[in-house]
């Protein structure tokens, strides 16, 4: 009788356990949410400064160099046009991190009830599969949180520096020149090249865990459950 009373402690500690893990999960969901949004405020602050001082360097680069404004704009594209593409993308990637995070919270939820079954129905095989699913969950929504706010902070940094090369040249005055405008955007395009190929060993590797959990995951859920019946 104290066996039985022990081993139910030990599994309803086990539950209490992921369940007290999912509330973690959901409260870590919202300080993401506040998180992405303070970054994403950051992020439009930064914009409108660096649309300032591109005006301003406009304007200086027509009285020193009689530089063409729509000129200037033609040469400056190659920062623009890549900015609002990061942007958007940094908008959508958010956007689709948060309907991730409230789908698994869901999944746990399910998976949660699932493993309370199978402990019930002493199933000790589809509980280890049903753990071993729950962990998974939480180590796919610590990797993924990482890697939106990886991304945003990058995008963020990339958005200040450039920002801070510009009121660089800015602070020329008189003596900007139309090679300082060439120098900057040919070291842009370079920071911008070698961040792709960083950006894209990173995503290969996440791919790579996520495809690794998803194809460890659907073997378990093809897997029949194992009943034995009492003789």
Do not use: C, W
């Not at 066996?3 to 599994?11: K, Q």
């Amino acid at each position: 009788m104290l066996l039985t009373v022990d081993t139910e402690n030990a599994l309803e500690n086990i539950v209490s356990s992921y369940e007290t893990r999912i509330e973690s999960v959901e409260t870590l969901f919202e300080t993401t949410y506040q998180l992405l949004q303070g970054l994403q405020d950051s992020v439009l602050d930064t914009r409108e400064e660096r649309e300032k001082i591109h005006d301003q360097l406009k304007e200086s680069l027509a009285r020193n160099e009689s530089l063409r404004k729509k000129d200037f704009d033609s040469m400056m594209s190659v920062i623009s046009s890549h900015q609002d593409k990061e942007e958007q993308e940094v908008r959508n990637m958010s956007k689709s991190y948060l309907n991730e995070q409230n789908n698994l919270i869901h999944e746990l939820r399910e998976s949660l009830r699932n493993f309370r079954d199978a402990l019930a129905k002493g199933e000790s095989q589809r509980v280890r599969e049903f753990e071993t699913v729950i962990k998974g969950i939480l180590v796919k929504q610590e990797k993924r949180k990482q890697e939106v706010i990886s991304k945003l902070r990058e995008f963020q940094k990339e958005q200040q520096e450039t920002s801070e090369t510009l009121r660089n040249l800015l602070a020329k005055g008189k003596g900007l020149r139309i090679k300082d405008l060439k120098l900057m955007l040919a070291g842009f395009k370079k920071a911008r090249q070698d961040r792709i190929v960083s950006q894209e060993k990173r995503r290969q590797e996440v791919k790579n865990l996520l495809g690794a959990f998803k194809s460890k995951r659907a073997k378990m859920v093809r897997k029949q459950p194992v009943t034995y019946k009492k003789t």
